[in-house]
């Protein structure tokens, strides 16, 4: 290979991997939707859906229903219950009894008997084969053990060697008559005068041989139970099932259990199962495709965020696969899975419209597999409503309590009534159902330690660790207050002017208010170089060029960034420290460059390196922050300059362009404004003037 083909073989890999790179997130997405619904549809049960969907006591709203093929009538799980307990119930149990215990007994019984019989030696032979007598009785079919159950004349099977001889209980021995019949036997033979020594010596001798055979008994029972028929009834093809709007009576919906039950059996071919298969794989890709497309439009910041979307993704596959394992066990146990964990996991995090979004897709896909569909859906989607509308502020752990009681009283109501509509009384109600829905709720607050786990794996926040951050005692902040003392007292009226101004538009006020509290930590690498630190009217500032000092004041941010995440502050509240000067400029030291005349004065030298504000929050922050360090020049403010100074500064950072990126509207800004506007009237003791 020639120098030019090796380079020119290099350049073609350089720039595959360059494409590779660029397409990363687009990668990213494409592996994860296609193996999001490859694991749902490996979970998802391989037959295919019944067409009809039918409740008890309902009426019938599709065309009159005829048999499309002949199908066997199934009994209901009650009567095939019940016919397999009177099948068990009429199995012969079978015992053994063991020849070595026996042979053991006899040649026990040579060895005692001279100890019993010693002072009778003129009677020892007759004795002796009376013994042997009495034990060839207890031993012809032998003993059953101390704690053998006995029914008196109820049959079984005794096994000796390679004999079953049918019997019936009273006919083997059991200890605790043994010896009343050996008086009784000792009484008929005239030989009452040996009961003492016969006693000594049986009750020495006697051994249990007569054991329940298990695996026979087994076998049996699963033959029995083999033979107890599941159905009772046929069905010809072409037999009326249903007319149209008739109302689904115990032998109509017997006979569409039955129907259906035969149907997903014949879809369960190899043929129809790779069809019913690709149907489920295109629903399943349809329904992530949407919520990628609902991200990608209302939450961008989560779309372009890999780890917040894998977060979405992870949660919605938890719930799926964890309802479709129960179902899998035992369908009537979904009542107990709590799939209201998702909004308020998705809620928690970001924010209630994805919670609900999240909640309703996931719901659907569950719908897929569940008996009575329509009914479950209808439940879960009432049930995600009340959760998002719901005060989950975790910080206060009564809030959980309260929402967990919405929720379950909610599953309660909705039950009940459908209930009433498919019984038409209370008395059907299902006590069992009651205790799933119930469970359902106590494995809701188990949200709570999963959260903290979440925010432990995947670096999120929630507002218990925002409570913990809010501190001022914290390490960090008790650093700045100490180091720099006018920046922490600044970060104290930033984060009141922000939290009011939070409250007012319904912005998260909390979070923003804890990164108010931490937008200015870099300023602890060179505290003095910021006015509010300055306690002398000379600054360090006048010893360096403008260049250097708006690096210092340029630096503090990328400094903030550094110890924020040295001391473990999440990034969400990092976020603040990145864009609470978004891209603006250091005008005053572009300014006094300009005005020095220096060579070379390059506005980028100027500026932030941003990014702008992307959320609400963070320019609600901006705001704050502009507003109250400028209202330090204010010399003697009337209401009217107060007016205007706030106007001009955010009016300023509007013309700059730098709420473009964030979700805030024009209209929450001017009620930003106002919010900043009372406060700082408070702030410099103002009063209204009222006309005379």
Known sequence: MSLCSFEFNTERVKSFWKLLIAQQPLLFKTVLILSSSILILYLFPKGGQFKYEFQKGRAWQYPTLYAPFDFSILKTPEVFQADQEKALQEVVPYFRSDPA????????????????????????????????????????????????????????????GQTEIPLVFDKIFRPERLFSWLRETLM?????????????????????????????????????????????????????IIAKGMLVEEDAYNQLISLRSEYLQETAGEHKSFWIGLGYAILIFLTFFLLLLFLHKYRSSIYANNRKLGFVFFNILLI???????????????????????????????????????????????GFIVPNSFEFVFLQIIAGIVTIQSTTRLQRRANLFITVAQILGVYLLAYIAFTFIHQGALEELKLDDIGLLLLNGMLTLFVQPLIYIYEKVFGLVSDVSLLELSDTNSALLKT???????????????????????????????????????????????PSFFIENQSSSVSPHEDISPRQSAKIIIDHVLEGIALAKKNNIPDRIIDFIRTHHGTTMVYYFYKKALDSG???????????PGPMPF??????????????????????????????????????????????????????????????????????????????
């Open 101 to 160: 215990i026996k042979d053991s007994v006899y040649s026990q019984y040579d060895r005692l008997f001279p100890k019993y019989f010693l002072e009778r030696v003129d009677e020892t032979d007759s004795l002796y084969r009376f013994g042997l007598t009495l034990l060839d009785d207890i031993y012809k079919y032998g003993v059953f053990p101390p704690n053998q159950v006995v029914e008196e004349e109820a049959p079984l099977f005794l096994i000796q």
């Open 598 to 608: 220096a060579e070379n004065v390059i506005e980028n030298d100027y500026r932030y």
């Open 480 to 526: 700045l207050s100490d180091k720099a003392p006018g920046t922490f007292h600044h970060s104290l009226q930033v984060a009141n002017l922000a939290e009011a101004a939070a409250n007012e538009i319904g912005a998260n006020a909390l979070l923003v208010r804890v990164g108010a509290l931490y937008h200015d930590i870099g300023k602890l690498k060179n």
């Open 188 to 240: 008929t033979a005239n030989k009452n005068e040996f009961s003492e020594q016969f006693n000594d010596l049986f009750f020495e001798l006697i051994t249990p041989n007569v054991t329940l055979d298990e695996r026979f008994t087994q076998e049996a029972q699963a033959a029995a139970l083999a033979q107890v028929s599941r159905s009772y009834n046929m069905i010809r093809e072409g037999a009326l």
């Open 615 to 692: 959320s609400k929050e963070t320019a609600i922050l901006m705001m704050a922050d502009a507003v109250e360090a400028a209202s330090k020049s204010l010399k003697e403010p009337t209401l009217k300059v107060l007016q205007q100074f706030v106007d001009k500064i955010i009016d300023d950072k509007l013309a700059s362009q730098q709420f473009n990126r964030s979700d805030i509207t024009l209209a929450e800004i001017e009620t930003v404004k106002k919010v900043l506007f009372k406060k700082l009237i408070n702030v410099y003791q103002l009063r209204i003037e009222y006309p005379e």
């Open 320 to 366: 799926i696969s964890l309802a479709t394992l129960v179902i899998q066990y035992n369908e009537a146990y979904i009542l107990a899975v709590p799939l209201c964990i998702l909004p308020l996991v998705i809620k928690t995090f970001f924010d209630p419209r994805l919670g609900l979004f999240s909640h309703v897709l996931t719901v659907l896909l569950i």
